[in-house]
C-alpha cells in the first residue's frame, strides 16, 4: 500500500506543475493585454506601457511564472485586476456558491445513478432494464444549458415554484437563508446531474452485470442465497470499483462544469466569475481559477487512486 500511495503521490505532484505550466502558458499566447481593456481604445502607447508596468506585464514571462509559483506555495495570490481584490478571497467568495451547487449535484446524481443502475442489472433484458437504457441514453444526448432552460421555462415561469435565477444568499444578513440559498441551486443541481446520472448509470449497470456472471456470485446462490441477497452482500462491492473512479472524475467534471450553467442560472459562483473575467481580460483570476479547477481534478483523482485501493485488496497486497 505504502509504495502505491507513494507513486500516485508522485504522479499528483508532477501533474499538477504541468497543470501550472500549461494554464500559463495558454493565457500568454492569447492576443491582447490587459492594459489595453482596463484603459479602452482611446489610450495612448505611453499610458498603456505605464499600466504594463504598474501590473507587470512588463516583465518576462519566466519571471512572472516563478512569481506566481512561489506566491501558490506561500498561500498567497495576486490581486485582480479588474476587482482590485486578491484572488483568493473571490475565489472563496464565488465557491460559497459552486461548493454546495456541485455536492447537490453529485447527491442527486449518485441517488439516481445507483438506483436505476442496479434496477436494470437486476432485471436484464426486460422492458425495466431496457427503459432505463433508453432514458439513459436521453439523458446523455441533452445538453445541460438547454435542459436548464427547460427547467426555468417550466417551474420558474409556469408553474412559478421558484425564482428563474440568482441567488439569495445563506444568511439573513444577505436577503436569504439556509433554505432559501438550497431552494436556488435545485434546478441548476438537476440541470448539472441529468448526463451524469445516465452515464453513471450505465457503468453501474454493466459493472453489476459484469460481477453477477463470476463463479462468486453462482456459488453464493448454490448455498441458498436469494438474488437480491447475492446482489447487496457479494456484487455490489465488487461492481463499486469503476463506479467510484467514475464518481470521482464526475464530481471534477461538476465542479469544472458549472460555468455554463452558473450563467444560465445567473449564480455568483465560479463559473460565473471565469465568464466575467474573461470579459474583462482579467487574465490573473482566469489563471488562478483555471488553475484551481485543474487541481480539483487531479486532487479528486488522487483521492479516488486511494479509495480504489481501499476497496480493491487486490492493490494492498501489490502495494506491499
Given at each position: 500500500?505504502?509504495?502505491?500511495?507513494?507513486?500516485?503521490?508522485?504522479?499528483?505532484?508532477?501533474?499538477?506543475?504541468?497543470?501550472?505550466?500549461?494554464?500559463?502558458?495558454?493565457?500568454?499566447?492569447?492576443?491582447?493585454?490587459?492594459?489595453?481593456?482596463?484603459?479602452?481604445?482611446?489610450?495612448?502607447?505611453?499610458?498603456?506601457?505605464?499600466?504594463?508596468?504598474?501590473?507587470?506585464?512588463?516583465?518576462?514571462?519566466?519571471?512572472?511564472?516563478?512569481?506566481?509559483?512561489?506566491?501558490?506555495?506561500?498561500?498567497?495570490?495576486?490581486?485582480?485586476?479588474?476587482?482590485?481584490?486578491?484572488?483568493?478571497?473571490?475565489?472563496?467568495?464565488?465557491?460559497?456558491?459552486?461548493?454546495?451547487?456541485?455536492?447537490?449535484?453529485?447527491?442527486?446524481?449518485?441517488?439516481?445513478?445507483?438506483?436505476?443502475g442496479l434496477y436494470a442489472a437486476s432485471r436484464h433484458?426486460?422492458?425495466?432494464?431496457?427503459?432505463?437504457?433508453?432514458?439513459?441514453?436521453?439523458?446523455?444526448?441533452?445538453?445541460?444549458?438547454?435542459?436548464?432552460?427547460?427547467?426555468?421555462?417550466?417551474?420558474?415561469?409556469?408553474?412559478?415554484?421558484?425564482?428563474?435565477?440568482?441567488?439569495?444568499?445563506?444568511?439573513?444578513?444577505?436577503?436569504?437563508?439556509?433554505?432559501?440559498?438550497?431552494?436556488?441551486?435545485?434546478?441548476?443541481?438537476?440541470?448539472?446531474?441529468?448526463?451524469?446520472?445516465?452515464?453513471?448509470?450505465?457503468?453501474?449497470?454493466?459493472?453489476?452485470?459484469?460481477?453477477?456472471?463470476?463463479?462468486?456470485?453462482?456459488?453464493?446462490?448454490?448455498?441458498?442465497?436469494?438474488?437480491r441477497q447475492a446482489l447487496w452482500r457479494h456484487v455490489?462491492?465488487?461492481?463499486?470499483?469503476?463506479?467510484?473512479?467514475?464518481?470521482?472524475?464526475?464530481?471534477?467534471?461538476?465542479?469544472?462544469?458549472?460555468?455554463?450553467?452558473?450563467?444560465?442560472?445567473?449564480?455568483?459562483?465560479?463559473?460565473?466569475?471565469?465568464?466575467?473575467?474573461?470579459?474583462?481580460?482579467?487574465?490573473?483570476?482566469?489563471?488562478?481559477?483555471?488553475?484551481?479547477?485543474?487541481?480539483?481534478?487531479?486532487?479528486?483523482?488522487?483521492?479516488?487512486?486511494?479509495?480504489?485501493?481501499?476497496?480493491?485488496?487486490?492493490?494492498?497486497?501489490?502495494?506491499?
Open positions: 500500500m505504502g509504495p502505491f500511495l507513494l507513486r500516485r503521490f508522485a504522479t499528483f505532484v508532477a501533474t499538477l506543475l504541468v497543470a501550472s505550466f500549461v494554464v500559463f502558458a495558454v493565457l500568454e499566447l492569447l492576443p491582447g493585454n490587459a492594459a489595453e481593456v482596463i484603459l479602452g481604445d482611446t489610450a495612448t502607447p505611453e499610458s498603456v506601457a505605464a499600466l504594463q508596468a504598474k501590473l507587470g506585464l512588463d516583465r518576462p514571462a519566466t519571471t512572472r511564472y516563478a512569481e506566481w509559483i512561489g506566491e501558490l506555495l506561500q498561500g498567497r495570490t495576486a490581486r485582480s485586476i479588474s476587482y482590485d481584490t486578491p484572488t483568493a478571497e473571490l475565489i472563496a467568495e464565488r465557491l460559497r456558491v459552486t461548493v454546495p451547487l456541485a455536492l447537490l449535484a453529485m447527491t442527486i446524481t449518485v441517488v439516481l445513478a445507483l438506483g436505476l433484458n426486460t422492458f425495466g432494464d431496457l427503459g432505463v437504457m433508453a432514458a439513459s441514453q436521453v439523458g446523455i444526448a441533452i445538453p445541460n444549458f438547454w435542459f436548464a432552460i427547460l427547467l426555468i421555462l417550466f417551474f420558474a415561469v409556469k408553474l412559478q415554484w421558484v425564482s428563474a435565477g440568482g441567488f439569495p444568499g445563506w444568511t439573513e444578513d444577505e436577503g436569504g437563508g439556509p433554505w432559501e440559498g438550497l431552494k436556488a441551486l435545485v434546478l441548476p443541481s438537476v440541470a448539472l446531474a441529468l448526463v451524469q446520472a445516465a452515464i453513471l448509470a450505465r457503468v453501474t449497470r454493466s459493472a453489476v452485470l459484469e460481477v453477477m456472471r463470476e463463479d462468486f456470485v453462482r456459488t453464493a446462490r448454490a448455498k441458498g442465497l436469494t438474488r455490489l462491492r465488487n461492481a463499486m470499483i469503476p463506479v467510484v473512479t467514475i464518481m470521482g472524475l464526475q464530481f471534477a467534471n461538476l465542479i469544472t462544469g458549472t460555468i455554463v450553467v452558473e450563467n444560465v442560472f445567473v449564480l455568483p459562483g465560479i463559473g460565473r466569475l471565469v465568464f466575467q473575467a474573461i470579459s474583462n481580460r482579467d487574465l490573473v483570476v482566469v489563471r488562478d481559477v483555471v488553475m484551481l479547477l485543474a487541481a480539483v481534478v487531479v486532487v479528486v483523482n488522487f483521492l479516488v487512486d486511494v479509495l480504489y485501493a481501499l476497496i480493491d485488496p487486490r492493490l494492498r497486497r501489490a502495494g506491499g
